[in-house]
Every structure is written in structure tokens, then in C-alpha cells.
Nanobody, 115 residues
Framework: QVQLVESGGGLVQPGGSLRLSCVVS?????????MGWYRQAPGEQRELVAS???????NYADSVKGRFTISRDNAKNTVYLQMNSLKPEDTAVYYC????????WGQGTQVAVSS
């Protein structure tokens, strides 16, 4: 019964920054989980934004590369998404995902980038 809870979303102006957090509970092997951030914009399909499989293995969507950074703190069972230079097109509900033998999703946190 792995549970994921995202936080840190909100309204920010273009060019601003936000840091999303995802706290994972219900597992004693968090460090073995592949973690990812996905987003779903209004009227769009859910897409992968960033993933972190190991300390050295990260992947980013081309649209966010150079602006977003995914990281994890295994001691806190937490994964982060640092989002800088935000653009209106980043507006979406952001979801945290954890995968080991099974895949789990958080409830999502809203990010709105607007003037």
C-alpha cells in the first residue's frame, strides 16, 4: 500500500520558480523505486516530465530540459522537482509516480503559470 503525496504547487508568474515535493510512504525500500514526475495540462494527455532511476540517471522532456531538475532524498522518502524559468505552457496538474514491481501515483498538485 504505497502512498504518494505531492505538494508545492501554486500560482506563479512567468519566469518564476516552484519546487514540488512528493513524499512516499508504505515502503521500506524507497531507494529502489524509480521515480518520475508527470504532468497533464487541460485538454492534453499525461506526459513524462522527468525521471530519476539512480543517483546518476535522470531524464527530462525536451520542453523542460535546462529549467527543471529532479532529485531525491532517500533518507526522507521524498522526490523533488525544482522548476525554474516557468512558462505558461508549464501549467498543468503535476503527478508523482513510483515504480518498482508495481506503479503508484499521487493525487497531483496544480501548477499555474500566469500573469
Amino acid at each position: 500500500q504505497v502512498q504518494l503525496v505531492e505538494s508545492g504547487g501554486g500560482l506563479v508568474q512567468p519566469g518564476g520558480s516552484l519546487r514540488l515535493s512528493c513524499v512516499v510512504s508504505g515502503t521500506k525500500i524507497f531507494s529502489r523505486y524509480d521515480m518520475g514526475w508527470y504532468r497533464q495540462a487541460p485538454g492534453e494527455q499525461r506526459e513524462l516530465v522527468a525521471s530519476i532511476i539512480s543517483r546518476s540517471t535522470t531524464n527530462y522532456a525536451d520542453s523542460v530540459k535546462g529549467r527543471f531538475t529532479i532529485s531525491r532524498d532517500n533518507a526522507k522518502n521524498t522526490v523533488y522537482l525544482q522548476m525554474n524559468s516557468l512558462k505558461p505552457e508549464d501549467t498543468a496538474v503535476y503527478y508523482c509516480n513510483a515504480k518498482y514491481m508495481l506503479s503508484y501515483w499521487g493525487q497531483g498538485t496544480q501548477v499555474a503559470v500566469s500573469s
